[in-house]
């Protein structure tokens, strides 16, 4: 009786069972558990350890990595496991696990492009596996094809992409509107020895960058913080050069409200045609949507979608060209 209310105890709490909920359907690590739920590592530690003390999780290690796994069910707990499966699926509605599941998808699918950290025993994976293959080696070479251009990062955060960028453009203007995270990007591009960023806080519905600055106006996963995304789209036309041409990696619309709280986005993505809308209304033309990324069972899709400002008329383009 003693051991039957320990183990109801142990389950008697939240985060243990959003914890085993997930065990149950992938093997986790640490750090990952931590992303998923929201929690302190320490905690995910500690909840980890009783649950692995009560033989509900195991522990294994793989290419130097400590992953987590639900327990086989023994004589013992047989029964247990087919009453926590009914709960969980009963529990899938419930905000708080459809946020732990989509989280879990982005864990899965960072996984799946980052070779570290991906289990030797996915054999359907490791099939494929060419050495050296690299979703950002990629990016870096296809940007050694690209004209020294002039690029805008626009709601930059802390920088990973402006430093990507500075690889390739001749300069870049970042902007966001968080000093604190401005600080930390121009930390980042001083580590890496990067000197063609100037770094400027500022609001996407109202850039501080004069008109027809660069020639790339980048909005990578920036639109859906924006409380006017319309008049942020037309900023960022506003500072491309006739030519020049303004990007966009959003989400397609979903339904995670938790992603407000979390992380502090204002619209739950957009739909295809709104962001032709928006590009279209800001004067571009040959205008682009198409998905960037998606994959099954995941709620987030990335759109990519793009829009060319026309040139100036030939005597203004003259006129333009002898004020310079």
Not at 92 to 114: I, S, Y
């Amino acid at each position: 009786m003693k051991q039957a209310s320990a183990l109801y105890r142990l389950l008697g709490d939240e985060a243990r069972l959003r914890l085993l909920r997930l065990l149950a359907r992938e093997r986790l690590n640490v750090t990952e558990l931590t992303g998923i739920l929201g929690l302190a590592q320490s905690g995910v530690s500690r909840h980890l350890g009783l649950l692995k003390d009560a033989g509900l999780v195991v522990e294994e290690k793989d290419a130097g990595f400590t992953y987590y796994r639900a327990a086989a069910p023994t004589g013992g707990d047989a029964g247990l496991w087919p009453v926590l499966d009914a709960q969980f699926q009963a529990a899938d509605a419930d905000a708080t696990v459809r946020a732990d599941a989509a989280r879990l998808q982005e864990v899965l699918r960072l996984r799946q492009e980052n070779f570290e950290t991906r289990s030797k025993v996915d054999r359907q994976a490791w099939r494929q596996l060419v050495p050296g293959r690299s979703w950002a080696a990629w990016s870096r070479a296809l940007g050694l094809l690209l004209p020294p251009l002039k690029v805008a990062d626009l709601g930059c955060g802390e920088g990973y992409l402006t430093i990507e960028a500075a690889r390739w453009a001749s300069s870049v203007i970042a902007v966001d509107r968080s000093e604190v995270v401005l600080g930390r990007a121009r930390e980042r591009a001083r580590r890496r020895h990067v000197s063609n960023v100037i770094w400027k806080k500022g609001e996407l519905e109202k850039l501080p960058i004069r008109d027809s600055r660069v020639d790339v106006a980048l909005l990578s996963q920036a639109l859906h913080h924006a409380g006017q995304p319309a008049l942020a789209v037309a900023e960022a036309a506003r500072v491309t050069m006739p030519g020049g041409r303004v990007l966009i990696l959003d989400l397609r619309t979903h339904a995670e409200e938790w992603v407000r709280a979390k992380l502090g986005d204002r619209v739950l993505g957009f739909r295809d045609h709104e962001l032709r809308r928006m590009l279209g209304a800001a004067g571009l033309r040959d205008v682009k949507v198409d998905v960037g990324a998606r994959k099954t069972g995941d709620p987030f899709t990335v759109l990519v979608a793009s829009g060319t400002k026309p040139e100036l008329a030939a005597p203004n383009r003259r006129k333009r060209r002898a004020q310079i």
